[in-house]
């Protein structure tokens, strides 16, 4: 009989770069090491195939300047560099699922897939498959990360990005949200250099599985999940 918690732990397109704009490969290969270690059977939600293709060509237009079919073949080429990448951090042969919206309409299938994997010690990441469907393109996998929580009955999610929380309009640090209100969403700012959803879908995301009692963390890839977890670091807690 299984008894071990389920995690989603979402990895956001700006987690693949350092200060230095160059690939982020320490901090990843350390919460690699921490998912390993955690004890929680875990699903990735991953983002940045655009980005790291953008990278790689040393193309610095900002997305909404690109012609949603170059967009397209950038994500395609990028998804490849990507799968490559997480297998290296996470010095296995990962299971990669690729989604659209339509595709996450099939709560049940996605959850016996997943299951498999899980039980079979198999870890999965998930993507949105930007080749087929670009709804998702100008977001970051916010949303589908919360609608695979729900489908796996995660205990938890965790969306790690640049930023350490969420914040007011003074920049003052929120350590808790109860409720997700329309004054949070009027409180977002625009994205970061490499992300691509900023804070408005993490709020979705957070309301869409608060309401089961699944806890959701926003905080910096460079901290500990643990640290994250805790409350030991500036961080934002989603729960009632």
């Not at 939600?45 to 655009?50: D, E, F, P, T």
């Not at 957070?206 to 309401?211: D, E, I, N, R, S």
């Not at 009692?213 to 807690?237: E, F, M, P, Q």
């Amino acid at each position: 009989m299984r008894f071990k918690m389920k995690q989603v732990i979402k990895i956001g397109s700006s987690c693949l770069f350092d200060d230095g704009n160059n690939i982020n490969y320490d901090v990843l290969k350390e919460r690699a090491r921490e998912i390993r270690s955690s004890g929680y059977e875990t699903i990735l939600v991953v983002s940045g195939a655009i980005a790291y293709e953008k990278w790689f060509q040393g193309d610095t237009r900002d997305n909404d300047d690109i012609d949603d079919l170059e967009l397209r073949s950038i994500a395609e080429q990028g998804q490849a560099c990507l799968t490559v990448l997480y297998n290296d951090i996470f010095g296995e042969h990962l299971a990669q699922m690729l989604l659209t919206l339509e595709d996450l309409e099939k709560g049940f299938e996605i959850r016996n897939q997943l299951e498999y994997n899980m039980i079979n010690g198999i870890q999965t990441f998930i993507n949105y498959n930007d080749g087929t469907d670009f709804s998702e393109g100008r977001l970051d996998n916010d949303i589908p990360s919360a609608h695979i929580t729900d489908y796996i009955s995660a205990d938890r999610l965790i969306m790690l990005g640049t930023n350490d929380g969420f914040r007011d309009p003074e920049g003052n640090l929120v350590r808790r949200v109860r409720e997700v209100t329309d004054e949070h969403y009027s409180w977002c700012r625009e994205n970061g250099t490499h992300g691509t959803g900023g804070f408005r879908p993490k709020l979705t995301a957070a309301k869409m599985v608060m309401y089961r009692g699944i806890k959701v963390y926003v905080g910096h890839v460079k901290d500990s999940i643990a640290d994250i977890v805790d409350g030991n670091v500036d961080r934002t807690l989603f729960a009632k």
